[in-house]
């Protein structure tokens, strides 16, 4: 599986997308991309569902790639953050979440556990239990599968 555009045609999508100067076959390669982020994140939630199935306290939930309704949200994220070049910079376009009924140590195994299906690159672990940020108080942890930041 491939993204459908070269990186550098990314780049100049997301230059045209943060200036207001899309065309409709960017938007039509937008719509490409963001199919390719969820195949993607599609096989990466079947594998944590997988894993999660056979751990007791643990429940997956529905994977998200963000939508048309949220590409308004996409687009001022790339407007507020200048240092994004690329749609495929921007950590949250494609999401898992899962649920841990447990205490800390159950979420940190679970974290490790998740870590370890996506070899390609070192998992990027913050922790907004001891730092929350905007309400969040939760393991969040990046990982990369084909290239795709989830």
């Known amino acids: 599986m491939a993204l459908p555009i070269s990186g550098n045609q990314l780049k100049n999508l997301t230059t045209r997308l943060r200036e207001g100067r899309e065309t409709p076959e960017d938007l039509h390669?937008?719509?490409d991309v963001r199919l390719y982020y969820k195949e993607v994140l599609d096989q990466a939630h079947r594998d944590v569902k997988d894993l999660c199935a056979?751990?007791?306290h643990v429940q997956p939930m529905t994977p998200r790639v963000k939508t048309v309704?949220?590409?308004?949200?996409?687009?001022?994220?790339?407007?507020?953050?200048?240092?994004?070049?690329?749609?495929?910079?921007?950590?949250?376009f494609a999401g898992l979440r899962v649920v841990v009924h447990g205490n800390r140590s159950d979420q940190d195994d679970v974290a490790r556990r998740i870590a370890e299906l996506f070899p390609e690159?070192?998992?990027?672990?913050?922790?907004r239990r001891a730092d929350p940020r905007s309400g969040y108080r939760a393991v969040h942890l990046e990982v990369r599968r084909d290239g795709i930041p989830i």
């Open 54 to 56: 056979m751990l007791p």
């Open 121 to 127: 690159q070192p998992a990027k672990f913050i922790d």
């Open 69 to 92: 309704k949220t590409v308004k949200t996409m687009l001022e994220k790339l407007v507020c953050q200048p240092h994004l070049r690329s749609i495929g910079q921007i950590r949250d």
């Open 29 to 31: 390669a937008l719509a």
